[in-house]
């Protein structure tokens, strides 16, 4: 007995983007819509009670685009940057801003490289032969940079996130030291991380000690500037000629 295909079939089209729009305010619509009897606007539910002041009323419901709206779907926008998936249109802005394949881009002054964070960290080895430091949450790590590169590299070993250790001069007597998590363009900006950093001289009794949430940027820029945001300030005399002997802990909240 032959199986009956139950797959939903589906066509790609193409159509105006202003059938999918409210002729109002020109934002994307969603259920439920309505128009107006006087000259058949196509209207959101926001714009409907001020539409009688120019027009007539929109008081009906306009049940025929309600699967058209529903249904149209597009190609997510960073489809060039991994994403596969189609979106449906009034979704897409919403999608945009937790996709995983959104780009960031490099700190490098000069660099045009623009791709998703883990693409990023390719990226840095491949064009520009920087090392990935790999560390784990809630542990604390010792780390010796030198600080004549103005970033280094850190990546979460459970989920490949990227950090930036942001170093540059504080005026002539001490470096700043930040953190700044790697985000996709557009995304969420909420804070994900807690960090501690500190820096010591061995053997003596000098220690400066920062800990806060970690700011995060999709390094549009570039690297964040010295002294920008949350910093420790780390003066000359606990540096080790061109290095910095950092002891960072980076916590996911």
């Not at 990226?123 to 032969?129: D, Q, R, T, Y």
């Not at 090392?131 to 979460?156: D, K, M």
Request: charged content about 20%; hydrophobic content about 40%; some cysteine.
């Amino acid at each position: 007995m032959a199986v009956e295909d139950t797959a939903e079939l589906q066509i790609d089209v193409r159509m105006d983007v202003d059938a999918l729009l409210c002729q109002a305010c020109l934002l994307p619509l969603k259920p439920p819509i309505f128009k107006c009897e006087a000259a058949g606007h196509i209207l959101c539910s926001y714009c409907r009670g001020g539409h009688g002041e120019t027009c007539s009323r929109a008081d009906t419901h306009c049940g025929e685009l309600y699967a058209v709206v529903s249904a149209a779907k597009i190609l997510c926008p960073y489809g060039k940057f991994g994403c596969e998936r189609y979106v449906v249109f009034h979704g897409a802005a919403e999608h945009q801003r937790t996709c995983p394949c959104a780009p960031c881009s490099c700190p490098e002054p000069g660099c045009a490289f623009r791709g998703s964070p883990p693409a990023l960290l390719d990226h840095f080895a491949a064009g520009h032969s920087r090392p990935v430091i790999a560390v784990r949450y809630g542990r604390s790590w010792n780390l010796s940079l030198p600080l004549s590169q103005r970033w280094h590299v850190i990546a979460g070993q459970e989920d490949r996130s990227v950090f930036l250790v942001c170093l540059g001069a504080l005026g002539a007597a001490a470096t700043a030291v930040s953190l700044v998590h790697v985000r996709a363009d557009g995304g969420a900006a909420a804070t994900k991380f807690w960090c501690k950093l500190s820096v010591e001289r061995p053997g003596e009794d000098k220690r400066v000690l920062m800990a806060s949430t970690v700011s995060s940027s999709a390094l549009t820029g570039g690297a964040p500037a010295p002294g920008q945001g949350m910093f420790l300030a780390v003066p000359q005399e606990l540096l080790s000629g061109d290095m910095v002997a950092l002891r960072i802990r980076i916590d996911q909240l």
